[in-house]
C-alpha cells in the first residue's frame, strides 16, 4: 500500500487526504490516527518553544539574541492549533494535550496580562503629561507610582517564561517614562518652574519665599533634564511627552538666566571692596551706568530662583 506524506501545516490545519477529519467516522474506526498525530505535533511545537525561551533567558549563557526572541504572538499562534477533544473519543488526549495545554494557556495569560497592564498604564500617563502637568501634579504622582510597581514585576519575570514573551520596547519604555516622570515630580517641589509670573521683585523681598528655587537645584534639575536640547522623538520612535519637553525647556532658560546674573554680579565685586570715590571714578571710566545696578538687584530671575551668596 502507499504512504502518503502529510505535512506539519496539514496536520494542524486539518487538511487530510480522502476528506478524513479529525473526530470523523472513518477516524474514529482507525482508532484516531489523524487526531494523535496533530495532538503529537502541538505537542513537539510546544516542547520546541519553550526550549526557545529557555535558550532566551539570561541564565542561559546570556540568552539568545533579540532577533531570535520568542514572543507572545508566537505563543498564542500555537495556543490556537491546541487539538480539540471530539466526545472523549481518543482519552489519552489528557496525557498529551490537556496538561500541557493548561500550564501554556496559564502562561500565554499571565504574559499577556502583564503586558496589558504595562501598555494601559503606559497610555495613561503619557495623556497625563500633554498639558498643566501642574494641576495634575497628584495623579502624576499616584501614575509614577502605578509605573514602578509595573517595572518591579518586568523585573521579577525578567528570568522566567513569562517574562521572556514580554515586549521589549514596553519594558524600554517604562524605564524612559519612570525616569522621566521622577524628574518632573522632583520639579514639582519648586512651584517658581511653574508659574508665568514675571514681576520685578526685589532681591530683599523674596529671598525666603519657600517657592524660589536654590541655584544649586536648579543646576542639578538641569544635568539630570532626561530629554535632550531639541529632542521631541525618543530612541524607540515615540514622541516625547509635551510637558517634559516644556519644563525641561523652562530649566535650561531659567539656569541659563541665572549663571548670566550671577556672572553679571561677579564683574562688580572688585568695585565693592573699594571707597566711594574711586567706584565712582571707576565706574566713569568703565561706562558703568547706575542704571545697570538697579537691573541686576531687580532682574526678573530673582523672583524665581534663590542666589547664593557671592563671594568677594
Not at 513537539?44 to 539570561?58: A, G, K, N, S, V
Amino acid at each position: 500500500k502507499d504512504v502518503q506524506v502529510i505535512s506539519k501545516k496539514d496536520v494542524l490545519e486539518s487538511k487530510f487526504p480522502m476528506g478524513v477529519t479529525i473526530g470523523s467516522d472513518e477516524d474514529r474506526r482507525m482508532e484516531a490516527p489523524l487526531f494523535i498525530c496533530r495532538c503529537l505535533v502541538w505537542r513537539l511545537m510546544c516542547d520546541r518553544f519553550m526550549c526557545r525561551i529557555e535558550q532566551y533567558l539570561p541564565t542561559k549563557n546570556g540568552g539568545l539574541s533579540s532577533s531570535k526572541k520568542p514572543t507572545l504572538k508566537d505563543a498564542k499562534a500555537i495556543l490556537s492549533f491546541c487539538p480539540v477533544t471530539v466526545d472523549s473519543f481518543f482519552p489519552l488526549s489528557d496525557i498529551i494535550v490537556l496538561k500541557v495545554k493548561k500550564s501554556f494557556q496559564q502562561m500565554v495569560e499571565d504574559a499577556e496580562a502583564l503586558q496589558a497592564r504595562a501598555s494601559q498604564t503606559l497610555g495613561d500617563c503619557t495623556n497625563l503629561l500633554q498639558t498643566n502637568c501642574f494641576l495634575r501634579k497628584d495623579d502624576i504622582c499616584r501614575s509614577l507610582q502605578l509605573l514602578k510597581n509595573i517595572q518591579v514585576d518586568f523585573v521579577r519575570h525578567e528570568n522566567s517564561t513569562i517574562g521572556a514573551l514580554l515586549n521589549i520596547d514596553t519594558k524600554v519604555g517604562l524605564s524612559r517614562k519612570v525616569t522621566s516622570v521622577e524628574w518632573l515630580v522632583k520639579c514639582f517641589s519648586y512651584p517658581a518652574l511653574f508659574t508665568e509670573n514675571t514681576a520685578v521683585i526685589s532681591s530683599l523681598d523674596s529671598e525666603q519665599d519657600p517657592n524660589k528655587i536654590p541655584f544649586c537645584q536648579l543646576e542639578k534639575l538641569r544635568d539630570s533634564i532626561p530629554v535632550k536640547p531639541g529632542v521631541q522623538w525618543n530612541e524607540t520612535g515615540g514622541v516625547v511627552d509635551t510637558e517634559i519637553l516644556r519644563i525641561s525647556h523652562v530649566v535650561r532658560n531659567l539656569f541659563q538666566s541665572a549663571d548670566m546674573w550671577q556672572s553679571a554680579v561677579s564683574a562688580l565685586l572688585p568695585y565693592s571692596s573699594k571707597g566711594q570715590d574711586m567706584i565712582l571714578e571707576e565706574v566713569r571710566h568703565r561706562a558703568l551706568e547706575l542704571i545697570d545696578l538697579e537691573e541686576i538687584v531687580k532682574n526678573n530671575v530673582l523672583s524665581k530662583v534663590k542666589m547664593p551668596q557671592m563671594k568677594r
